[in-house]
């Protein structure tokens, strides 16, 4: 039996929503009742059956519809998605990893045949039912990172290594917390993680890269990374703020519950064979704080975090306005019980 795919909105009417399964699914980012940035990673190896960590790529429910967003924000504006020139090997293998990702875990919604570089990729949800070849831009719609991330949920990164740094020099970036690709295409890793508080004098970063430049290729990683949104909009980027960013002025405590969401990133990074590039997958998870709650576990932690945010990190991260709010709506959910280790549900 194969997904059933959502019909929802990201923008003007907000129809969005989690069904009761992918509301246990949701990678709740907090594996205990404080919060401080460090280097989460972990192997990214099969997890349980039925979570975000089932398969190397995830695909669920509301596929469909983000795909479908995701045009929207390259129609107005194309620059979201840009490709250095020494980055087309890699595009190539970022494409054969999603493509054999997706058909391997999925195959009741995605196939791929292949005759040396004579390739047949089928996307059923999608309606997509194309024949290339591998490493001919000219027999693809658009070159082959656009391609197939116009098809995968998520934004992705292409890092190229040189230098004894990372490089980020393609990506498509249709939904972020609030940074652009436009500004930080052709940056380093230390030089696009520059505004991060706290945890350049922590050295986290600097552990982080060293551990990412000696990735393995078959050997991928992930952490999870958050923040929080107003109504569930994925694109936060700075080149729409005027867009999103009065959103924080309209809450209530009447509202909060239903506007409010926890939006998480499952990142992970993938050593490409061809090109020796890392590919950064960053995929976003958002739930409202109404939805939340129906997770008791969940509900008595993200106060305790919130509470305990350090002033840097609730600046950072846009808190500012809405935190007290959003601990005092939350509280009610917090019986004084002890959470139990990890961030699943009990």
């Known amino acids: 039996m194969g997904i059933e795919f959502r019909q929802e909105t990201f923008r003007d009417d907000f129809t969005f929503r989690n069904s009761p399964a992918a509301i246990r699914r949701f990678p709740f980012p907090f ?28 695909v669920d429910e509301h596929y469909v519809s983000e ?16 490709s250095l020139p020494h980055m087309t090997l890699a595009g190539w ?32 949800p999608l309606g997509i039912d194309d024949k290339f070849t591998f490493g ?33 020099d393609a990506g498509i970036v249709t939904t972020q917390a609030d940074w652009s ?3 930080d295409i052709g940056m380093n890793f230390m030089e696009w993680h520059g505004p991060v508080p706290l945890a350049h004098q922590l050295g986290v970063f600097e552990r982080a890269l060293k551990f990412m430049l000696n990735l393995r290729q078959g050997s991928p990683v992930r952490r ?34 239903n506007k409010l969401h926890l939006r998480v990133e499952l990142q992970s990074f993938f050593r490409l064979p061809r090109s020796n590039a890392i590919v950064f997958p960053i995929r976003c998870y958002l739930i409202k704080l109404e939805e939340l709650v129906q997770v008791p ?34 509280s009610r959910y917090d019986d004084g019980a002890e959470t139990s280790p990890g961030g699943w549900p009990d």
Request: glycine letters at 6%.
């Open 136 to 168: 001919d831009v000219s027999t693809l719609p658009y070159g082959p990172m656009e391609y197939i991330t116009r098809q995968s949920q998520g934004d992705f990164c292409l890092l190229d290594q040189r230098d004894g740094n990372l490089w980020m």
């Open 297 to 330: 576990k969940w509900g008595r932690r993200l106060p305790r975090v919130l509470k305990s945010l350090p002033p840097e990190l609730i600046d950072y991260k846009g808190l500012t306005r809405y935190r007290d709010m959003a601990v005092e709506w939350l």
């Open 67 to 82: 795909m479908h967003d995701r045009a929207l924000v390259l129609k107005e504006d194309p620059l979201r998605c840009q």
């Open 224 to 257: 999870l990374n958050w923040t929080m949104t107003i109504n569930p909009r994925l694109d936060t980027s700075p080149e729409n703020y005027h867009k999103w960013g009065t959103d924080r002025t309209t809450l209530t405590p009447e509202n909060i519950g």
């Open 93 to 124: 293998d970022l494409l054969e990893l999603l493509m054999e990702c997706k058909s391997t875990s999925y195959p009741e919604h995605f196939s791929l045949t292949r005759d040396g570089d004579k390739w047949h990729w089928i996307n059923r």
């Open 31 to 58: 594996d205990k009742d404080a919060y401080m940035y460090a280097v989460n990673i972990e192997p990214h190896t099969p997890g349980p059956k039925g979570s975000v960590y089932e398969h190397p790529i995830d």
């Open 181 to 183: 690709l436009d500004f």
